[in-house]
């Protein structure tokens, strides 16, 4: 009986080693997960001439901890192949007002300037996540507080109901040049930001498509404007997956166009990132299937992966599969 006993558990034990890659059997399959010496969570694409930058947060989650995020990373690729790595643009620490939480972030380009918009837990006096806005003349940072305060508190959506409402901004700059902002976490909100890109100009509107739970992205592509988000829909699935809703301006309507992308392996949440580069459109996302050492992937470490995105004649996106080879099975 006791014999028996330990050999079934040496069964899960190798089986449960045989799940998850280690890094060196990654580099053998293909392109994902991009960074795998570190986890990485909640990819930011941004494209500058001949080099796409990746910002990310970094999930250093111990044992069973939830979410240990501190600060924010960038890398660059002028091939989607090779990676470099310019270590951390920002801490949470580098806004005084906040108390913790590096949660998903995006940085866009305007005015020469590099403006990081990111999820971060208010202190006492805003209780709740917040958004934060940062700055930097490089998209390598380091990125400082631009305003010395939130840019969205929680109590600025009181219709909502709980209190990590305000998190996973996206920013988008429409053809005539106003800049907007959306994010959210079950709602999902819209607001103009003023031409400072530190200050909302104007009304905070709700936008929320069906099963938003969080991570929305806007992009354009032609005349579309395109919302992709992590989707739940709570009677049927376990963990995220990534739907997306079309429109023919950034005021809507919204036309729901269903699942993108199922779950990220192993993973409850996932995130999306949307970006052209040299012609060709990508989604980067995060799994949890990546293993460093004894430490296996998990909620708080979590992998970026990257995948290429086509659309269909009518401009919808065709569903993607996730895959370890990503970029290089193209
Ligand atoms: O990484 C922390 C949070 O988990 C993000 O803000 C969400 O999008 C989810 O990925």
Request: hydrophobic share 40%; glycine share 8%; aromatic share 10%.
């Amino acid at each position: 009986m006791r014999t028996a006993r330990i050999v079934a558990s040496a069964a899960i034990a190798l089986a449960a080693t045989a799940a998850f890659a280690t890094a060196a059997e990654r580099a053998r399959t293909g392109s994902n997960p991009i960074v795998r010496d570190v986890f990485t969570a909640d990819p930011a694409p941004l494209v500058v001439g001949d080099t796409l930058y990746l910002y990310v947060g970094h999930d250093e989650a111990q044992r069973d901890e939830m979410f240990t995020m501190r600060e924010w990373l960038v890398y660059s690729t002028r091939d989607m192949r090779h990676w470099t790595a310019h270590g951390p643009v920002m801490n949470v620490a580098g806004f005084a007002w906040a108390r913790k939480d590096a949660w998903a972030s995006q940085v866009i380009r305007k005015n020469g300037r590099y403006w990081f918009y990111a999820a971060v837990e208010h202190d006492g006096t805003h209780p709740g996540k917040a958004i934060a806005v940062a700055v930097s003349d490089r998209p390598t940072g380091p990125f400082v507080d631009a305003r010395g305060s939130a840019l969205i508190t929680n109590q600025m959506t009181p219709k909502g109901t709980h209190s990590w409402e305000d998190i996973d901004p996206t920013v988008f700059t429409d053809d005539d040049g106003t800049t907007w902002i959306a994010w959210g976490n079950r709602q999902c909100y819209i607001a103009k930001l003023k031409p400072d890109m530190i200050g909302l100009d104007g009304p905070i509107t709700e936008i929320t498509p069906p099963f938003f739970e969080e991570g929305p992205w806007l992009h354009k592509r032609s005349r579309t404007y395109y919302l992709t988000y992590a989707s739940l829909d709570r009677s049927t699935q376990r963990d995220e997956h990534i739907s997306y809703a079309t429109a023919p301006s950034i005021g809507g309507p919204w036309t729901p166009r269903g699942l993108l992308t199922g779950s990220g392996k192993y993973s409850f949440t996932i995130h999306p990132g949307i970006a052209e580069f040299r012609g060709k459109w990508y989604l980067f996302v995060h799994n949890a299937d990546l293993a460093i050492g004894d430490q296996r992937g998990a909620i708080g470490r979590r992998a970026v992966t990257v995948h290429p995105l086509t659309y269909a004649r009518d401009g919808t996106m065709r569903p993607v599969v996730q895959t370890d080879a990503g970029v290089t099975a193209r």
